[in-house]
Nanobody
Framework: QVQLVESGGGLVQAGGSLRLSCAAS????????MAWFRQAPGKEREFVAA????????YYTDSVKGRFTISRDNAKNTVYLQMNSLKPEDTAVYYC????????????????????WGQGTQVTVSS
C-alpha cells in the first residue's frame, strides 16, 4: 500500500515558480516509477512528467520541457516538481502518481499505468 500526499501548490503570477512535493509512505516507493499529472477545469487529466525508480530517466510532456523538472529523493520518499516560467495555461490541479509495477518508459505518460494517486494540489497562475 502506498499513500501519496502532495503539497506546494498555490497562486503565482505568470513567469513565477513553484515547487511541488509528493511525500510517499510505503516500502515500495524506491522501486516505483513516479509521475505528475494535471487536470484543468473541463479538461481531461494530462501527463506532465515522470521519473523512473532510480531517478536516472525523466520524461516530460512537450509543453513543459525546459520549464519543469521532476526529481526524487528515495531516502526521503519524496518526489518533486520544480516549475519555472509558469504560464496561465499551467493552471490546474496537480496529482502525484505511483506505479508499483514495472512500466516501460514509453508508457509512463498513460494514467492507467499508475495504481496509486494523491489527492491533488491546486496551482493557479495569474496573468
Amino acid at each position: 500500500q502506498v499513500q501519496l500526499v502532495e503539497s506546494g501548490g498555490g497562486l503565482v503570477q505568470a513567469g513565477g515558480s513553484l515547487r511541488l512535493s509528493c511525500a510517499a509512505s510505503g516500502r515500495t516507493f524506491s522501486s516505483s516509477a513516479m509521475a505528475w499529472f494535471r487536470q484543468a477545469p473541463g479538461k481531461e487529466r494530462e501527463f506532465v512528467a515522470a521519473i523512473n525508480w532510480g531517478g536516472g530517466r525523466t520524461y516530460y510532456t512537450d509543453s513543459v520541457k525546459g520549464r519543469f523538472t521532476i526529481s526524487r529523493d528515495n531516502a526521503k520518499n519524496t518526489v518533486y516538481l520544480q516549475m519555472n516560467s509558469l504560464k496561465p495555461e499551467d493552471t490546474a490541479v496537480y496529482y502525484c502518481a505511483a506505479a508499483t509495477w514495472a512500466v516501460p518508459g514509453s508508457q509512463l505518460g498513460q494514467p492507467q499505468k499508475y495504481n496509486y494517486w494523491g489527492q491533488g494540489t491546486q496551482v493557479t497562475v495569474s496573468s
